[in-house]
């Protein structure tokens, strides 16, 4: 079967970085994405990658292994507003995206 | 990025009346939609797929005469909730992708309540 994991819940203090990791399980794979959704909000997204290594954009950076089945999102110099959900899916064969239930990331002044 | 639009942003309507929720990319052209819902504090629902020019496929236990999905072209998408009932009240999100990088864009969300 198609599963993602990522744990349920996660606390930082401000200023500090973070990394919030997430296995996946699919058939197929062309891609692993992060979204993050604050509450009562739609998901925005945060990065794309489908090739093994580290993509950094501003203060958040996404690795992909993709031999290990494994991602994670680093999140520098956290700031209060970065408390959300982060949420990553992984596209599977047939171009469909298999979500986590996502990281509720609490940051702490 | 790519921009999405969703309308309304929130509706309330009584027991038993139909709503329409509007998807629209606004800079690009995406020939596949999604429609998604999410219950308070839980995880995004796929409900369906919607491809431009043919019939949405749906999730397993989504059922297709009350969650009508068009898909009349490569920028709008609409989700009628017909007959909607008190827990059909949520938030349904739709996203549509980029063809050719696959990437999917949200739209803002529109927050439904059913009195």
């Known amino acids: 079967g198609q599963n993602i994991d990522q744990p349920t819940e996660m606390t930082a203090t401000e200023g500090a970085i973070v990394q919030i990791n997430c296995t996946y399980q699919?058939?197929?794979?062309?891609?692993l994405f992060w979204y993050q959704q604050h509450a009562g909000e739609a998901p925005t997204f945060l990065s794309y990658?489908?090739l093994d290594g580290l993509e950094e954009k501003g203060r958040f950076s996404s690795f992909l292994s993709r031999s290990k089945g494994y991602s994670y999102l680093l999140l520098k110099e956290l700031q209060m507003k970065d408390s959300a959900s982060y949420l990553c899916?992984?596209?599977?064969?047939?171009?469909?995206?298999?979500w986590g239930a996502g990281t509720k990331l609490i940051i702490k002044p | 990025g790519a921009v999405v639009s969703q309308h309304p942003s929130w509706v309330i309507c009584k027991s038993g009346t139909s709503v329409k929720i509007e998807c629209r990319s606004l800079d690009f052209q995406a020939t596949t939609m999604f429609w998604y819902r999410q219950f308070p504090k839980q995880s995004l629902m796929l409900m369906a797929t919607?491809?431009?020019?043919?019939?949405?496929?749906?999730e397993q236990g989504v059922e297709k005469d009350k969650f009508l999905i068009n898909h009349a072209s490569l920028t709008l998408s609409t989700l009628t909730v017909t007959s909607a009932h008190p827990e059909d009240s949520s938030f349904y999100i739709c996203s549509a992708r980029v063809s050719t990088t696959y990437e999917q864009y949200f739209g803002p969300g529109t927050r439904l309540t059913v009195t």
């Open positions: 990658n489908v």
């Open positions: 899916a992984a596209m599977d064969s047939n171009y469909q995206l298999i």
């Open positions: 919607s491809n431009e020019g043919s019939k949405a496929t749906y």
């Open positions: 699919t058939s197929g794979f062309n891609g």
